[in-house]
């Protein structure tokens, strides 16, 4: 049986959070400002959220007399990592409140799972079809036509585990390409622009949308994100209704994203749902500067037992992400009015590693 938060968590309480990149760490300072404190999970050393956080465990996911110690320490279970194993959030769910449910996190680790979702909640996505080998990815080819997108069906992110196929003979090389494991075939779809939706649901019920973001990626990576997005205000309110859809589906709590892409133009746009992230998303990072009320702080409010808060937004805003030794430049950003910095204090500045980000305001 799942254990669930009945109170809101006051002053000194702990939250535990999976995982300790920078969205444990921008969780971190969240919880800080409502008294919290945070214990971090995570299987690596030297992490940009032990920094800032009161205590951290070092060790496997799948090690249980460790997690049960995690467990007995703190009041709350999140995650900052989407691909922290289900059978871990599992195994937590018997000693301690987790947030959100390990069933919500398995659905969205999984593309297959997660298509056959949205379709059965309601909410379009590219065409697509499940493939096994080469046979079923001839066949799926044959549905879909090409050009299409081979993607693995776990753990890929930032475009890795994928691949474009352009002609029916590629479709060898794009199954050796992604490691020839269980992968998912989605149309290409010849988007206009990609925007996401940042929501939250809290424990009993309440679901937060913040506005629709417009995000740019370069090599697969988000670049450039912008608020308000310039889409026709009947495919903003479609986005933010898929969100509200899912995530009651889900029974969800906490912070969430669900990207989409958009075909066409003004009335005649299309939005189709890509994917979801269980979790607290880069293209929300503008709403730590942008907003009264962060993706960080909703997301610790929600899991926390505590009251959603609707965001305002403070102005137009753009978000810049810093990647690699880009970071020894963020100085030069200090100076101007309306923007703030943020450098997530890693060590190896490794090229297309998230380092740091930028973001702009300007009142409207
Ligand atoms: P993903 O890992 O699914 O978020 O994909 C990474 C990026 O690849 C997306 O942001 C798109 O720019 C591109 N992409 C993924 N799927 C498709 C698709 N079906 N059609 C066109 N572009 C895609």
């Known amino acids: 049986m799942s254990l669930k938060i009945t109170k809101p968590l006051r002053t000194g309480s702990t939250i535990g959070i999976l995982g300790a990149g920078q969205l444990g760490r921008m969780l971190s300072l969240a919880a800080a400002r409502l008294g919290l404190k945070c214990h971090i999970y995570a299987p690596e050393t030297d992490q940009p959220a032990y920094d800032v956080s009161s205590a951290h465990t070092i060790a496997a996911y799948?090690?249980?007399?460790?997690l049960r110690a995690f467990a007995s320490q703190?009041?709350?279970?999140?995650?900052?990592?989407?691909?922290?194993?289900?059978?871990?959030?599992?195994?937590?769910?018997?000693?301690?409140?987790?947030?959100?449910?390990?069933?919500?996190?398995?659905?969205?680790?999984?593309?297959?799972?997660?298509?056959?979702?949205?379709?059965?909640?309601?909410?379009?996505?590219?065409?697509?079809a499940a493939v096994e080998d080469l046979a079923s990815l001839k066949s799926a080819l044959e549905k879909l036509g090409i050009p299409a997108v081979l993607k693995t069906r776990r753990m890929g992110y930032d475009g890795k585990g994928q691949a474009k196929i352009t002609e029916p003979q590629d479709a060898e090389a794009a199954w050796q390409a992604i490691g020839a494991r269980s992968a998912i075939l989605e149309a290409f779809v010849?988007?206009?622009?990609?925007?996401?939706?940042?929501?939250?649901?809290?424990?009993?019920?309440?679901?937060?949308c913040y506005d629709v973001t417009e995000n740019t990626h370069k090599d697969h990576i988000l670049h450039r994100s912008i608020v308000p997005a310039t889409a026709h205000p009947q495919t903003l309110e479609k986005a933010k209704q898929a969100a509200i859809t899912l995530a009651h589906a889900l029974d969800y709590v906490g912070t969430f994203a669900v990207e989409f892409f958009i075909q066409g133009e003004g009335e005649n746009e299309t939005l189709l749902a890509n994917e979801m992230a269980p979790r607290?998303?880069?293209?929300?990072?503008?709403?730590?500067?942008?907003?009264?009320?962060?993706q960080f702080e909703?997301?610790?409010?929600?899991?926390?037992?505590?009251?959603?808060?609707?965001?305002?937004?403070?102005?137009?805003?753009?978000?810049?992400?810093?990647?690699?030794?880009?970071?020894?430049?963020?100085?030069?950003?200090?100076?101007?009015?309306?923007?703030?910095?943020?450098?997530?204090?890693?060590?190896?500045?490794?090229k297309g590693r998230k380092m740091g980000h930028i973001t702009r305001v300007k009142p409207e």
């Open 190 to 208: 010849p988007f206009r622009t990609e925007v996401s939706i940042i929501a939250a649901r809290s424990t009993i019920g309440q679901v937060v």
């Open 62 to 66: 799948e090690d249980e007399a460790a």
């Open 74 to 128: 703190v009041d709350v279970i999140t995650t900052e990592f989407e691909n922290v194993p289900a059978s871990t959030l599992e195994f937590l769910e018997n000693l301690c409140p987790v947030a959100p449910r390990a069933g919500a996190v398995a659905i969205a680790q999984d593309r297959l799972s997660e298509k056959n979702f949205f379709e059965q909640a309601g909410v379009r996505t590219p065409a697509f």
């Open 298 to 350: 909703q997301h610790i409010r929600a899991i926390s037992g505590w009251p959603l808060a609707q965001p305002v937004r403070f102005g137009t805003i753009e978000m810049l992400n810093i990647l690699g030794r880009d970071i020894e430049d963020l100085p030069r950003f200090a100076h101007e009015v309306g923007t703030s910095v943020h450098d997530y204090g890693k060590k190896d500045a490794i």
């Open 280 to 294: 607290v998303h880069n293209s929300g990072h503008w709403t730590l500067d942008g907003c009264s009320v962060s």
